[in-house]
């Protein structure tokens, strides 16, 4: 098991920026994948940003150029800083990790940007 906590969400106007963290425990020595995933208002999940052990990242085209993923493998830890954030970024925001095959998720932290 992997437990996967997040921190760093709020309000913030268009334009702004914030910075996400999010600390994993337990069975984290298998882990191959981190990411970060939206859940916008009425809308699915969906993966904006993640990074391989590698280190090569991906991002889903309405994040890229603004949005950069991090990973501090000495703390165990995963950012993700947001620039320029729109109104259309706003939702609940998930820590995830793939260990072995299986996909871990955080609880989330809301992100709400005003216009």
């Known amino acids: 098991q992997v437990q996967l906590a997040e921190s760093g969400g709020g309000l913030v106007q268009a334009g702004g920026s914030l910075s996400l963290s999010c600390a994993a425990s337990g069975r984290i020595f298998n882990i191959d994948h981190w990411g970060w995933g939206r859940q916008a208002p009425g809308k699915q999940r969906e993966l904006v940003a993640s990074?391989?052990?590698?280190?090569?990242?991906n991002y889903v085209d309405s994040v890229k150029g603004r949005f950069t993923i991090a990973r501090d493998n000495a703390k165990n830890t995963v950012y993700l800083q947001m620039n320029s954030l729109k109104p259309e970024d706003t939702g609940v925001y998930y820590c995830a990790s793939r260990s072995r095959g299986v996909m871990y998720w955080g609880q989330g932290t809301q992100v709400t940007v005003s216009s």
């Open positions: 990074i391989t052990s590698d280190g090569t990242r």
